[in-house]
C-alpha cells in the first residue's frame, strides 16, 4: 500500500509518519501553510521526512487560510490558556480546515497513485474539531470515492480516530517516535508554553501513558491545574 501522511509536525501526526513507514509504503509528508500563527510545526514536519527517509511538501495556502478568519490560530486572537476540551478551545477552530486539505492531499494521492492518505485526528479531538470526528472521515472517505470515481481508489485511513492521546504515545514508544522532535505548542515560543491547550494535553496523554516527557515546558507544572479544574467542572 502507497501512503501520504498529513503531516503538521506536532505529536499526533509524526506518530502517525513512523506507523505508516512500519505498516506501508511511505511516499511523502505533505504539510500545509495556511497562515497559521507560526510555522514551527512545519521544521519538526521536514526534520521527520528527513529522518524517515521521505520526501516533504509545504503547500502554501495562505490565501485561502486568509478567508478562514476568527480563530486564534490564524488572527490576532489571544490563545487561550486551559484544558483542551474546555469551551474555551473552540477559538482555535479553523472552519472547514480539515476538509481542505485532505482535498488537497487526495488530489496529490491520485496524481501519484498511491493508495491512502493517512491523517492523525483522534479521539480527544471530536469535542472541538466537526472534521475530526468519525462521522467526517467515513463521509469524506464516501465523497472522495465520487469525486476520482474512474480515475483512482484512494482511501482515508485515520488510525487514532477512536482512541485518546494517551494510547498515541503508547504507540509511538513501540515506533520509536522522537517526541523531542515534535512541536505541539499554539503560541510558538521558544519552549513549550505549557499552558495552551494542546500543551495541556500533550503532558496530560504523556503521564497517562506512564511515558516520560522529553518536552521543555515554559509552565511544566500548569496542566496538573487545568486538568484538575476541567474534572471540577464536568462533575
Same mark, same amino acid.
Given at each position: 500500500m502507497k501512503s501520504i501522511v498529513i503531516c503538521s509536525g506536532g505529536l499526533d501526526s509524526v506518530t502517525l509518519a513512523y506507523k505508516m513507514a512500519a505498516e506501508s509504503d511511505l511516499k511523502r509528508l505533505i504539510s500545509f501553510d495556511y497562515g497559521q500563527r507560526h510555522k514551527k510545526e512545519t521544521a519538526y514536519a521536514a526534520l521527520c521526512a528527513q529522518k524517515l527517509g521521505v520526501a516533504h511538501d509545504i503547500v502554501d495556502i495562505t490565501t485561502i487560510g486568509a478567508l478562514l478568519t476568527g480563530s486564534a490560530l490564524t488572527d490576532d486572537v489571544a490563545v487561550p490558556d486551559g484544558h483542551y476540551a474546555e469551551e474555551t478551545m473552540r477559538s482555535t477552530v479553523v472552519p472547514n480546515r480539515?476538509? +481542505?486539505? &485532505?482535498? +488537497?492531499?487526495?488530489? =496529490?494521492?491520485?496524481?501519484?497513485?498511491? /493508495?491512502?492518505?493517512?491523517?492523525? @485526528?483522534?479521539?480527544?479531538?471530536? $469535542?472541538? %474539531?466537526? /472534521?475530526?470526528?468519525?462521522?467526517?472521515? /467515513?463521509?469524506?472517505?464516501?465523497?472522495?470515492?465520487?469525486? &476520482?470515481?474512474? %480515475?483512482?481508489?484512494?482511501? #482515508? %485511513?485515520?488510525?487514532? @480516530?477512536?482512541?485518546?492521546?494517551?494510547?498515541?504515545?503508547?504507540?509511538? @514508544? !513501540? &515506533?520509536?517516535?522522537?517526541?523531542?522532535?515534535?512541536?505541539?505548542? %499554539? !503560541?510558538?515560543?521558544?519552549?513549550?508554553?505549557?499552558?495552551?491547550?494542546?500543551? @495541556?494535553?500533550?503532558?496530560?496523554? $504523556?503521564? #497517562?501513558?506512564?511515558?516520560?516527557?522529553?518536552?521543555?515546558?515554559?509552565?511544566?507544572? $500548569?496542566?496538573? !491545574? =487545568?486538568?484538575?479544574?476541567?474534572q471540577a467542572n464536568k462533575a
Open positions: 480539515n476538509a +481542505i486539505m &485532505l482535498t +488537497i492531499a487526495f488530489g =496529490a494521492a491520485a496524481a501519484q497513485n498511491c /493508495d491512502c492518505v493517512a491523517t492523525a @485526528v483522534h479521539g480527544g479531538d471530536h $469535542f472541538i %474539531y466537526p /472534521d475530526c470526528r468519525p462521522g467526517f472521515i /467515513d463521509s469524506f472517505n464516501a465523497m472522495q470515492a465520487q469525486a &476520482l470515481d474512474g %480515475y483512482a481508489n484512494v482511501q #482515508l %485511513y485515520a488510525p487514532f @480516530v477512536h482512541i485518546p492521546k494517551e494510547a498515541i504515545v503508547s504507540e509511538g @514508544v !513501540k &515506533l520509536n517516535v522522537p517526541y523531542e522532535d515534535t512541536w505541539s505548542c %499554539y !503560541k510558538g515560543g521558544e519552549v513549550h508554553c505549557g499552558r495552551c491547550g494542546t500543551c @495541556v494535553e500533550r503532558r496530560e496523554a $504523556f503521564h #497517562l501513558a506512564g511515558v516520560e516527557d522529553p518536552t521543555e515546558y515554559a509552565d511544566p507544572d $500548569f496542566w496538573i !491545574k =487545568a486538568r484538575a479544574d476541567y
